[in-house]
């Protein structure tokens, strides 16, 4: 049975060097759903403007709107798209793929963004965070990464997940922000098959001055 298509376009206001932003992208790519991408001007605080505070008064992006649905939050958009169109393959439905997933879903809200991606803020956008820790919290959860994938293809098992999805905008960026790959091939190795899949969409850097996440 074919997964369902949304009758219009899916609209993703987001900002381009933002890897919250880029993993909703990636998993419309994955998916194979037609949107339309409304790149936000943080710098000029567009995301603190009434009318997109209306569409999430934390005034942070991504943002989708689907139809009549519009929503914010990184993972609880990439569980939304999951639910709605697909069949089941990037959200698994028995209870123990599904809390593995969750774990990932928590890493990308906690260690990941306070590791990898808040590395990268310090660098590329000159956030006021301890750099040092923020680059021990990254090869500390590299080190458990590497191990954990290198009895594995993907973030769970032999096939993608939304897991994934979440794990790989700022692990595959963790370099920007001073922390190297190098020493984790079995993260590298993750990277690059997440990189083969059809509808694969690259985090591309741009030179903009970009604020926020």
Sequence with gaps: MASPKPAQPIKLY?????????????????LGLPCTLIDVDLAHGAHKRRNFLAKNPLGQVPVIEDGDVCLYDSNAILIYLA?????GHWLPADPASAARVQQWLSLAAGQIVNGPAAARMVT???????????KGVANHLLAVLDARLAHRDF?????????????????AKAPEGGVSLEPY???RAWLKRIESLPGFVPFKATKAGLLGI
């Design 14 to 30: 987001r900002a381009e060097l933002s890897g919250h932003s880029h993993r909703v992208q990636l998993f419309l790519g994955l």
């Design 83 to 87: 639910k709605k169109y697909d069949d």
């Design 124 to 134: 590329i956008f000159g956030a006021p965070i301890d750099h040092e820790k923020a």
């Design 155 to 171: 973030a769970i098992g032999d096939k993608p997940t939304i897991a994934d999805v979440a794990g790989y905008s700022y692990i």
């Design 185 to 187: 091939p079995s993260v």
